[in-house]
Structures are given as C-alpha cells and as structure tokens.
C-alpha cells in the first residue's frame, strides 16, 4: 500500500481532490492511503508517507520538505495548477505514482 499526503494552507482545499484520487485509485484496484493535511501538521506525517504532495498555493515550501524528505527516499513535488484546479484526481494520482517509479 502506498501512502500519499497532500498539504495545502489548511488542508481544506485538498478534500475534494482525496477523493477524487482514492475513487482514480479503486478504479485500478490500487491499494493507497491519500489524505491532506495543513501546513502545520505536515511534519507530524513525514513518518507515515511514502509521497508528498503540495498543493499550489504552497509550492514555496518544496525545497523546505525536499530538505527533509528527499534523504529518505520519499519524493516531494507540487501538484499541477491545472489539475489541481480542475480537481483531476487520475492525473495527480498518475502525478504520485510517477514519483514512486510505477
């Protein structure tokens, strides 16, 4: 199972792309947790996640979790204004995957 985070200011804005990632992934009988979370509580989650993604209206905090994740392993990247605005949750998970190599 893959676990997935979105951080957005309030982790309110991302709700709706949640779901629309976890129906993108039932849709393939892909096994994965996605959920958001504020700002605030991203570093709570660091431990839990094998990928973050950051929504646009906080792509000044990638190379901040960068720092951090990247030694681990986990790959941070923002999400695609685009898909993101048009709530495209097949493409943000393809987004997540491609991070992961699958």
Known sequence: MKTILLVCSAGMSTSLLVTKMEEAAEDRNLEAKIYAVSEAEAPDNIGKIDV????????????????????????????????????????V??????LLGE
Do not use: C, R
Not at 57 to 78: H, I, M, S, T
Not at 93 to 98: S, Y
């Open 93 to 98: 998970l393809n987004q997540a995957l491609t």
């Open 52 to 91: 973050l993604l950051l929504g646009p209206q906080v792509k000044f905090l990638e190379n901040k979790f960068k720092k951090k994740l990247e030694p681990l392993g986990k790959p941070v990247a923002v999400i695609n204004s685009i898909d993101y605005g048009m709530m495209d949750g097949e493409k």
